[in-house]
């Protein structure tokens, strides 16, 4: 049996408090990947390798970080005794991350993101079984030659393209921004029958990574917004370097005070790429004749970022 390789970023998964009972007080990213595989008596006897890429709270994920774990996945992904890859991960930003390898991977293997909303310490401790039931949906994808990349959650398979965290506390804290799960889960790991199709992976490969991210930043349309941020960042760029790009948060379907509208104008007249995405949860922004910039598709604008980056690397 192939090994799967489990790849370690920290995260709440691997942090710790000092009071089970007041579980919400903890400090995220002190567990290594080696302890929390430790922690899981299923995965006796399962052939596996567990690495340390990061130690990180997710809040705090970077370029960096992300340089080095597409690094290690490149890495391990070409041996051919590894069947996949497990990836633990905080939830903050698990969104961008599994989408920037969604776009990545070329689709041969699995990669499975999971990680907790409830620290290791607490008496509810959702890492252990999450990272169980990431184990055995790599093996089982691996079986059926499924490659590309999920997120492994709650007993629910997600596409890496479209996961996204949808509650600030709950166990069940994820979905896939209105589409179902890939596929669910029994209460001991056992893959049900798939719900939809299995994700094609954007197959952009590794280059991006090594280069030096292009600066985009994203900004909210909201009652009263008058550009004064984007003013702010075109004037902080003019000190401190180039601003690529912009992704606009807009209302509804996208849509951007007046206010905004001038200084986006100006933006775009000084060279940033702007694409407009929208901070509704559910829906996403399509293109309609006679917009001017970009829709974003379905994606967050924390994903569109991260798309926004990879297009202006030429990916």
């Not at 430790?38 to 960096?64: F, N, T």
């Not at 996961?163 to 804290?173: F, M, N």
């Amino acid at each position: 049996m192939k090994s799967v390789v489990i790849l370690g970023t920290g995260g709440t998964i691997a942090g710790t408090g000092h009071d089970p009972d007041r579980s919400w007080q903890y400090r995220a990213a002190q567990l290594s990947v080696s302890q929390l595989v430790d922690a899981v008596p299923e995965l006796k006897g399962v052939p596996l390798e567990a690495l340390q890429v990061a130690q990180i709270d997710s809040k705090d994920m970077s370029w960096a970080v992300w340089r080095a774990l597409g690094q290690a996945l490149q890495t391990q992904l070409a041996r051919e005794d590894v069947a996949g890859v497990v990836i633990t991960h905080g939830t903050d930003t698990l969104e961008e991350t599994a989408y920037l390898l969604h776009c990545l991977v070329d689709g041969r293997k699995p990669v499975v993101l999971t990680a907790a909303m409830r620290p290791a310490t607490a008496p509810d401790a959702d890492g252990p079984a999450n990272l169980r039931d990431a184990v055995r949906v790599v093996q089982e994808a691996a079986r059926r030659g499924l490659g590309g990349v999920v997120a492994v959650l709650h007993g629910r398979i997600w596409a890496g393209s479209q996961v996204r965290k949808a509650h600030s506390s709950a166990l069940d804290a994820f979905d896939g921004g209105g589409r179902p799960p890939l596929a669910l889960l029994d209460e001991t790991g056992a893959w049900r029958e798939a719900i939809t199709p299995w994700p094609l992976s954007g197959k952009a490969g590794w280059q991006a990574l090594r280069a030096e991210p292009p600066r985009v930043e994203i900004i909210h349309s909201h009652a009263d917004a008058d550009g004064w941020m984007v003013q702010a960042v075109l004037a902080h760029a003019r000190q401190h370097g180039p601003l690529k790009g912009l992704v606009l948060a807009g209302t509804g379907h996208g849509t951007l005070h007046q206010g905004l509208e001038a200084a986006v104008t100006q933006a775009v007249a000084q060279g940033v790429t702007v694409w407009r995405s929208s901070r509704v949860a559910r829906g996403g922004v399509s293109s309609r004749e006679g917009d001017v910039l970009a829709a974003c598709g379905e994606l967050t604008p924390s994903q569109a970022r991260v798309a926004l980056m990879l297009y202006l690397l030429g990916v």
